[in-house]
C-alpha cells in the first residue's frame, strides 16, 4: 500500500496566479489505484512533484508552505490509518468516502462518539503510566519528555510562520527528527536567550551541552516511545525508518586496581573526617559493586548471613532477580565503623556531593594516575589523572574490572554485579588489563 501527492495540472512559466487541485493516490499493488481531490490547491510551479510538497525554496508565503505541508502529512497518516484498520473493506470508493470522513467527521459520527485526540505530551504519560519500566528509565524519559516540549515552544518563538505549531505523532517526520537534534545539541545556548520557553517547562539544572552518546540515548528513548504508539494502534507513522541511530561510542573502562584501592583505603584522611567517611563508602561499594542509586537504598536489612542482598532497580521491572555479594573481610570492618548509624547503611550524602567528595579523596590519596578517556562532548581520545575522573561508578567499574580480570567469565561477574546475563557492557572489559596481554603475547615464545 502507497500514498501519494500529485496535482494535475502542469506547470506555465511565468505563471503565479492560477491554482491546482492537490489529489490524494492510494495503490495497493495491482489490486487498487485510486485517486480522490483534497480541499488542497497549490499553484504548479510551487509544487514539488518528487518530494510531494510545497518546494523548499520557492518564494511564497510561510504560511502557506508550512499549512499545505502539514496538512498532506495529516492526510496521509489518516488515511495510511483507516486502510490498515479497514484493509478488509478496501474498494474504489473507500478513498473518496475516507477524505469526506476527514473533513466532515460530524456526518459520520455524533458528538459523543467524536474522540478528543491527545496531545504528544499526554501520550507520552500514557506510555510512561503503561510501558513497563524502572523509576531510573522513568525519570530518565521524563527528562526527555521536558526537552520535546521545550523544543515545541521553541519552533513557536523562533521559526517563522509556525506561531501555532503543535507536537503531532502523527505528522513527526525525519525532517522533524534532524530539527530535534539540532535543538537538543544546543539548548544549552537557548537558555539566556529565551528564558520564557525554560519558565514554561523547568529543569533543576540549567541545560548543559549533550555529548554523542548522551543524544544517542535521547532519540533511543524517543524512538522507544514511537514503537510503542505503533504497537498500540496510536499512530501509523515511521519516522525513525528514515532517521538511523548510531550505537553509543564509549572508551575502554577506567577502573583502579588493588595497590590503588587500598592505598586509597589505608590514606590518613583524618584531617578532613567527612572526606574519611565518604573514602569508607567508596571502598565499600568497591567491594559489592552496586550501581550508586542501588547502594543508597540500602539498610542495615540488606545485610543478610555476611553478604549484601539486594535487587538492582535499574533492572527491577524486567527482571527482578536478587543479587547476593559475600562481605569480605574489608566490607566487614567498615560496617562495623557505622553499626551505629541509624537509618541507612551508611552515612550517605548527596549523590553530587559524593561525587565531589571522590575526587578531592583520590587526590589527598595521591591516585594520580593518567589515564586515556573519550571526551563526552567531543568524543576525542584525552589524557587526564585519575582524580579528575573519578566518580562512584568507577567504583562499580573497579568492583567487576578487578574480579574479570581474575575469572575472565562475564556471566560469572554479572551474577555478582547485577548486570543482565550477556551483557553488552563486558565486551569493554575484554581489553582492560595489561598484563592479560602480556600473557598472551608470551604463548608465542
Known amino acids: 500500500m502507497k500514498v501519494t501527492f500529485i496535482i494535475k495540472k502542469a506547470a506555465k512559466r511565468y505563471d503565479t496566479e492560477s491554482t491546482a487541485t492537490i489529489y490524494i493516490r492510494l495503490r495497493n499493488g495491482r489490486q487498487l489505484d485510486s485517486v480522490a481531490p483534497t480541499q488542497l490547491s497549490i499553484n504548479p510551479n510551487l509544487w514539488d512533484e518528487k518530494a510531494e510538497c510545497v518546494k523548499t525554496k520557492a518564494v511564497c508565503n510561510e504560511d502557506l508552505r508550512t499549512g499545505i505541508n502539514e496538512e498532506i502529512r495529516k492526510l496521509k497518516t489518516y488515511v495510511e490509518k483507516s486502510f490498515h484498520t479497514e484493509k478488509e473493506s478496501v474498494d474504489k470508493e473507500w478513498l473518496k468516502l475516507t477524505l469526506d470522513r476527514y473533513y466532515h467527521p460530524e456526518k459520520y459520527f455524533t458528538p459523543e462518539e467524536i474522540v ?19 523509576e531510573v528509565r522513568k525519570k530518565n524519559f521524563r ?3 521536558r526537552a520535546l516540549l521545550r523544543y515545541e515552544l521553541y519552533v513557536r518563538e523562533t521559526k517563522r510562520g ?20 539540532d535543538f537538543f545539541e544546543n539548548e544549552y545556548q537557548y537558555y539566556e536567550l529565551y528564558p520564557s520557553i525554560y519558565e514554561a517547562i523547568p529543569e533543576k539544572r540549567t541545560p548543559q551541552p549533550r555529548g554523542k552518546n548522551t543524544l544517542i540515548d535521547c532519540f533511543s528513548r524517543i524512538r522507544t516511545f514511537f514503537l510503542w504508539c505503533l504497537d498500540n494502534n496510536l499512530t501509523a ?3 525513525f525508518d528514515k532517521f538511523p541511530i548510531e550505537e553509543c561510542k564509549y572508551g575502554t573502562p577506567v577502573y583502579i586496581n588493588l595497590e590503588e584501592r587500598d592505598k586509597i583505603f589505608n590514606a590518613d584522611l583524618s584531617a578532613t573526617p ?3 567517611i565518604q573514602r569508607d563508602i567508596f571502598i565499600f561499594q568497591t567491594l559489592i559493586g552496586c550501581r550508586v542509586s542501588d547502594l543508597y537504598r540500602m539498610t542495615k536489612l540488606n545485610v543478610v548471613n555476611e553478604a549484601i542482598e539486594y535487587i538492582p532497580k535499574k533492572t527491577k521491572e524486567g527482571n527482578p532477580v536478587t543479587v547476593r555479594v559475600p562481605l569480605n573481610d574489608k566490607a566487614k570492618e567498615i560496617l562495623e565503623r557505622y553499626k551505629d548509624h541509624e537509618g541507612k547503611l551508611l552515612p550517605f550524602i548527596s549523590e553530587q556531593k559524593y561525587n565531589e567528595a571522590i575526587k578531592k579523596i583520590f587526590k589527598l590519596s595521591g591516585v594520580d594516575r593518567i589515564v586515556t578517556i573519550l571526551d563526552p562532548l567531543t568524543r576525542d581520545e584525552v589524557k587526564k589523572p585519575l582524580y579528575e575522573v573519578a566518580s562512584s561508578h568507577l567504583a562499580r567499574r573497579t568492583f567487576i574490572g578487578n574480579i574479570y580480570k581474575k575469572v575472565k567469565d562475564p556471566n560469572l561477574v554479572s551474577a555478582l554485579s547485577g548486570h543482565k546475563e550477556g551483557s553488552k557492557a563486558f565486551r569493554r572489559y575484554r581489553d582492560i588489563d595489561e598484563e592479560m596481554k602480556k600473557d598472551l603475547v608470551k604463548l608465542l615464545d
Request: charged share 30%; aromatic share 10%.
Open 116 to 134: 478528543i485526540k491527545p496531545t504528544f505530551g499526554e501520550l507520552f504519560d500514557s506510555f510512561l503510566e503503561k510501558h513497563p519500566l524502572s
Open 274 to 276: 567527612q572526606l574519611e
Open 143 to 145: 527528562v526527555v519528555k
Open 237 to 239: 507513522n515511521r519516522p
Open 162 to 181: 509556525q506561531k501555532g505549531f503543535v507536537l503531532d505523532i502523527d505528522t513527526v517526520t525525519p525532517e522533524t527528527l534532524r530539527d530535534m537534534w
